[in-house]
Nanobody, 125 residues
Framework: VQLQASGGGLVQAGGSLRLSCAAS????????IGWFRQASGKEREFVAA????????GYADSVKGRFTISRDNAKNLVYLQMNSLKPEDTAVYYC???????????????????WGQGTQVTVSS
């Protein structure tokens, strides 16, 4: 599967952005999709992930209640709605995929073999 992330940009603190991850391939609904981010000088970290069916999702504690992950399997798209953005959310955001037939969400980047290019999100204070 090939992935393409988009939707990043510059936003003021408290604002919102919606990231999109477009995937190629006919078996998209067999792939869990995760969003990860990497701030300058820091390690890549898990943000959110969703199961292939969309029935299960998981979030990092730092974004719970502010970010929502969703997917549209008919369009091979996964979204990350980001509300109440904070300067500490500034990072390059990546979407990643792994084949899975169970609902359990994985949060380690090493468990996702397919990655898209990143999209920059900058939150100004």
């Amino acid at each position: 599967v090939q992935l393409q992330a988009s939707g990043g940009g510059l936003v003021q603190a408290g604002g919102s952005l919606r990231l999109s991850c477009a995937a190629s391939g006919r078996t998209f609904n067999n792939h869990h999709i995760g969003w990860f981010r990497q701030a300058s000088g820091k390690e890549r970290e898990f943000v959110a992930a969703i199961s292939g069916s969309g029935d299960s999702s998981g979030y990092a504690d730092s974004v719970k209640g502010r970010f929502t992950i969703s997917r549209d399997n008919a369009k091979n798209l996964v979204y990350l709605q980001m509300n109440s953005l904070k300067p500490e959310d500034t990072a390059v955001y990546y979407c990643a995929a792994r084949i899975s037939y169970v609902l359990r969400i994985r949060i380690l980047s090493d468990e996702y073999p397919y990655w898209g290019q990143g999209t920059q999100v900058t939150v100004s204070s």
